[in-house]
């Protein structure tokens, strides 16, 4: 991001990022409980404020052991069957909307599931060189986003699982998946952008700027 902070705590229409993307969870799900995993050292944390059923765990190395931590931390709150929802704080313009058809979807799915988007594009696979090596069809092709929803128990024991393979999954879905486990994918929205790049900060503006005139 080219920036001297963490991208989460970058400013966005007078907020951080993640201060949105925490609103967006409080609003969606008031009666949920939201869990975030930060670095132990962060400086930054406590020089903001955030909605009142917002806990702090300790984050890790990669994604996968960040969500690994939290869900270690709800061992004495939640129920094997509950529902974990696990959403990237750097999406902080996922609808509300698409939380709740996401719920909807996998409440009656034996595994739970994930917003995704169905690939438009031309696909390609390169060598190191960043040549092609073959097009790749697109048919049944999605891009993961987030939230992914999951049974507490089934999340935790998959990841446990991949962690003591020394497996760095990418994503929650990928950890269930190596356990033969099918997730199943709900189309979400496009502005549901994970930001990456500097451009992405204005793109995320203006997506929120739309969404609050709809």
């Known amino acids: 991001m080219q920036a001297d902070c963490p991208k989460q705590y970058l400013q966005l229409n007078g907020f951080t990022i993640l201060q949105h993307t925490l609103q967006r969870l409080r609003d969606s799900l008031p009666s949920a409980q939201i869990t975030v995993a930060v670095a132990t050292d962060d400086p930054y944390w406590d020089q903001y404020t955030y909605p009142d059923n917002v806990v702090r765990v300790a984050g890790g190395a990669e994604r996968c052991h960040s969500v690994h931590n939290a869900l270690i931390a709800l061992q004495n709150q939640a129920d094997d069957e509950d529902w974990v929802i696990v959403h ?4 902080p313009c996922v ?26 594009d031309t696909m390609k696979r390169a060598n190191a060189a960043g040549e092609i090596v073959t097009t790749v069809s697109r048919d049944n092709l999605w891009h993961a986003l987030t939230p992914q929803v999951f049974r507490y128990r089934v999340l935790l024991h998959a990841l446990t699982e991949a962690l003591n393979r020394t497996e760095l999954v990418t994503d929650e879905a990928q950890a269930l998946e190596k356990l033969g486990y099918t997730p199943l994918l709900v189309a979400g929205q496009a502005d549901n952008i994970k930001i990456t790049h500097p451009d992405d900060l204005a793109l995320a503006e203006r997506y929120l700027q739309q969404q609050a005139l709809s």
């Not at 939380?99 to 438009?120: C, E, F, K, N």
């Open 88 to 91: 990237d704080a750097a999406r």
């Open 95 to 120: 609808r509300p909307e698409d939380i709740q058809h996401l719920l909807d979807r996998v409440m009656t799915h034996t595994v739970g599931g994930l917003l995704a988007l169905p690939v438009r």
